[in-house]
């Protein structure tokens, strides 16, 4: 293992109003990455609304009072810039990297949004065709496509904030109305609630006072608290078992791990990457590359910030094997790693692998932007971000052991065996 | 607060690399990136999937995803755990007309990841059970494609435009026939033929020059055997095909022709032209069927280049009900009735110029870039020349190129969906659709 090679300069300032500022200044990046994360996602949405905050993210593009729908878009295009936003259970982005000359503008048109949202009845509802055909593209014409709903389903019940998709339903679309609108931007669209990352050829003066300048004005209202962590009960582990018209069938078994923040959380993706990632992972050459039980393995966690995150291992079996057999043979693997641990080897491949895709995510402004926005809303300062590559670095065998122990025990998992229809 | 103006940054240029020739007669292009903490390589090979033996479809597929798995010094995986140590990483991808191997490794381990690339490059031991591993992924691979309804619609595409009698119209990776044909030794016989130095380039950016494997890279030795035949295939007529997918919920939609590509006069036009019709979140198809209709998530394509030939791919995916109303929407819209405007040609010609910088930002996007220029024989420079191009075009000359270029009576369209609705729909647009069947390469 190398050192860890890079560490980012970072200046956070609070607005009067309660806008966090960060800047992280990249005086040789091609653009300045503008990055915006509101905290809310779907975990926030309302009994019979699934799917709402995403929607809105969608009519944050339709206009507001200086912007035209279409134009912010079409405007940050116009400057050579890459724009565009995403929802997830726990936050909402939005994201432009420009040129530098147009930052201003940037910060104007985001800033617009955020002070004077517009929507007219005829906006909403092609925002709303499109946000269903969006589901249909994603899920519902997609082979698999209701993998992760079924996968959700049996850790969340449906009352549970993680317990439904951030899509939503298509009958929850169906019912959305304009009036919601306001409300919705009203309770979370604040500045308090909001956190703003400039990186690039920015200095932390310009980028403070840039910042102030376009979103000072927003009103200052007190950050409307999530109510989110523990108040609905995960579901005990269970088997469920369909049937579809997909080509393989395929064992998805799966965990309950800890919130996103919580420090077992960087050796279970280590032990995840050891068990499930590669040609060379614990799973492939046992289950593989013998060609007993399995043609391919993957491994996965979906994080959440306030309750249980989702360990996956999925598996493809052999023409001959069941997918429960399959999941036995994963077990049996799996209880040796947590008996034995890791190897010295695979756990340093697994770092080496895992600080390669850190530098790869903090390649771009755009990427990196976004990174400090993620770490200051999980670990509560975007500082953090500098702290990732040496707390991989310092995980031990007996660390990786413990938490698979813990939170990954053959007994504690789901089972979601997927049969395809007509096996080839 | 009155609306800030955009200030114009200086011009920029794609890098310049340094350019060596090694006595072996491999070509080396490194481009410089100080700031790059990941190095990206690739190397390309003039190995065209055009020499594939037509019985043994895949065998060039099959050449690059088994190599990594042993080599005659560290067999049975060895080598991959090697290079996950370093944090490096190789991938693949064999075309038409060439084939590209590389990877990507932290600039600081880039001198330990090269010799291990290399011995990859020379000595693979494609043993029988990873031939077999990677012909069943393969397989199932296109068991996958089929099923995914982009996927297929882009195997309907190929066959359309350039015939099932033409390798260019065949699944690249092969089909599950060809592919449980192939035995180590025939991939072995591909890999001999095809990966030596000569008249192959290695492009390298990042933090880290690659001095200290030059030595090593020249004693890699041999020329290609064969030189395949890689002439591009006859004109189709154009056609209008289904992919049935029954009771799908969406049709995909694309609509396809063969053009003109980067040497062409008339190319930074097209591309203009492309981004304003397609190309943009502004584009105006996008405007029409999204934003104004809602009958997608999005529309989106444009004239992508090749290496002889560029390819125009336009569509989207919109619920059944409205697929034909879609199709002869996107058909009116690429006919350009009403020609481009200045403002839409200035949009999109400020767009493709500044978006540069963005879009080469990493060195995998720089490897990535040169390695296709350096397929085409072209020089690094040509991407500068692209740029001054696209600022000289007026609205009338893009307008113009489209027209010449993009006749509406030679387009192909593909629509995969339920194909119940979607045949009588396309009729009544005047079009002759046929289902076409793609299992018959299972």
Wanted: proline share 6%.
């Amino acid at each position: 293992m190398t050192q860890p090679p890079l560490t980012f300069d970072l200046a956070s300032t609070r607005l009067d109003n309660g806008l966090e500022v960060i800047v992280a200044p990249d005086a040789d990046a091609p653009g300045v990455a503008v990055n915006l994360w509101v905290e809310v996602g779907s975990a926030d949405e309302v009994e019979g609304r699934t799917g709402f905050a995403h929607l809105f993210e969608h009519l944050m593009f339709q206009g507001s009072e200086n912007v035209a729908s279409g134009e912010h878009m079409a405007t940050v295009e116009a400057m050579g810039g890459t724009v565009n936003a995403t929802t997830s259970t726990d936050r909402t982005n939005y994201f432009e990297t420009v040129p530098r000359g147009g930052l201003e503008l940037a910060l104007w048109l985001e800033a617009d949004r955020f002070a004077s949202l517009a929507i007219t009845p005829e906006n909403f509802e092609a925002q709303r065709q499109v946000v269903k055909e969006e589901k249909r593209q994603r899920y519902d014409n997609q082979p698999y496509g209701d993998l992760l709903e079924l996968l959700v389903a049996q850790h969340f019940p449906a009352e549970h904030p993680y317990g439904h998709l951030t899509i939503g339903s298509m009958a929850h679309l169906d019912d959305a109305a304009l009036d919601d609108v306001a409300g919705f931007f009203r309770s979370w669209y604040r500045a308090a609630n909001t956190s703003l990352v400039l990186c690039g050829p920015v200095t932390p003066d310009e980028g403070v006072a840039l910042a102030d300048r376009y979103f000072g004005a927003l009103p200052q209202l007190p950050a409307t608290p999530r109510n989110l962590a523990g108040s609905v009960a995960t579901l005990a582990p269970q088997t469920t078992t369909v049937v579809r018209a997909v080509p393989h069938s395929l064992s998805y078994l799966s965990w309950d791990l800890p919130i996103a923040s919580h420090p077992d959380m960087t050796a279970l993706d280590l032990a995840l990457m050891i068990l499930a990632d590669g040609p060379s992972s614990r799973l492939h050459k046992s289950l593989v590359r013998t060609g007993s039980a399995a043609h391919e393995i993957h491994g996965a966690a979906l994080t959440h910030r306030s309750a249980a995150s989702i360990a996956t291992i999925l598996g493809r079996p052999t023409e001959d094997t069941s997918t429960e057999h399959l999941a036995a043979a994963i077990f049996s693997e799996l209880d040796r790693f947590i008996q034995d641990g890791p190897t010295g080897s695979e756990l340093a491949r697994a770092k080496a692998q895992s600080e390669s895709d850190d530098l790869w995510g903090l390649a771009t402004t755009t990427g990196r932007a976004d990174a400090i926005n993620e770490y200051r809303q999980l670990y509560g300062s975007p500082a953090s971000i500098n702290d990732h590559l040496s707390d991989v670095a310092e995980v031990t065998a007996e660390d990786v052991a413990r938490a698979a122990a813990q939170w990954l025990r053959p007994n504690n998992a789901h089972q979601l065996h997927y049969l395809a229809e007509d096996a080839r | 607060m009155n609306r800030p103006t955009v200030t114009t940054d200086s011009a920029w240029q794609f890098p310049t690399p340094e350019i060596t020739t090694l006595g072996n007669g491999l070509t080396l292009w490194y481009f410089a990136m100080p700031n790059q903490h990941m190095t990206s390589f690739n190397l390309m090979l003039p190995a065209p999937l055009a020499g594939e033996p037509a019985s043994l479809e895949g065998v060039g597929t099959l050449a690059l995803n088994a190599s990594d798995e042993g080599t005659l010094r560290h067999p049975d995986g060895e080598i991959t755990e090697l290079l996950e140590l370093q944090g490096a990483t190789l991938s693949g991808t064999a075309r038409f007309h060439y084939t590209t191997f590389g990877g990507t490794a932290p600039s600081t381990h880039l001198a330990d990841t090269l010799p291990l690339f290399l011995e990859v490059l020379r000595q693979p031991a494609f043993a029988e059970q990873d031939i077999t591993h990677h012909i069943e992924a393969l397989t199932a691979s296109f068991d996958s494609r089929l099923a995914s309804p982009e996927a297929s619609n882009r195997m309907a595409m190929r066959v359309a435009l350039f015939g099932g009698d033409h390798r260019e119209g065949r699944p690249a990776a092969g089909t599950p026939s060809t592919l449980l044909a192939i035995t180590p030794d025939d991939v072995r016989a591909w890999h001999s033929a095809h990966f030596r130095p000569e008249g192959a380039t290695l492009l390298v950016a990042g933090a880290t020059a690659p001095d200290d494997s030059i030595r090593l890279l020249e004693s890699w030795l041999g020329a290609p055997e064969l030189k395949p035949d890689d002439s591009p295939a006859d004109r189709q007529h154009p056609s209008v095909v289904v992919v049935d997918r029954p009771e799908a919920v969406q049709a995909v939609i694309s609509v396809g022709l063969r053009t003109p590509t980067r040497t062409d006069p008339r190319w930074a036009g097209l591309r203009i032209a492309g981004h304003a019709i397609a190309g943009a979140f502004a584009s105006r198809l996008n405007l029409e069927l999204r934003e104004r209709l809602g009958y997608t998530y999005g529309v989106g394509g444009g004239i992508a280049p090749g290496l002889r030939e560029g390819l125009l791919t336009i569509g989207g995916s919109v619920r059944t009900e409205v697929a034909g109303d879609s199709v002869a929407r996107i058909l009116d819209g690429l006919r350009l009735d009403a020609p481009l405007t200045d403002a839409e040609v200035d949009d999109a010609r400020a767009y493709l110029v500044a978006v540069a910088p963005l879009a080469n930002e990493t060195s995998s996007d720089i490897t990535a870039q040169a390695c296709a220029l350096a397929a085409a024989g072209l020089d690094p420079s040509f991407l500068n020349e692209h740029f001054a191009a696209l600022t000289r075009v007026t609205a009338s000359e893009a307008t113009a190129a489209w027209r010449e270029v993009v006749r509406p009576e030679q387009l192909t369209v593909a629509v995969t969906g339920d194909a119940e609705k979607l045949t009588p729909a396309l009729t009544a647009l005047g079009l002759t659709p046929q289902v076409v069947d793609l299992r018959s390469w299972s």
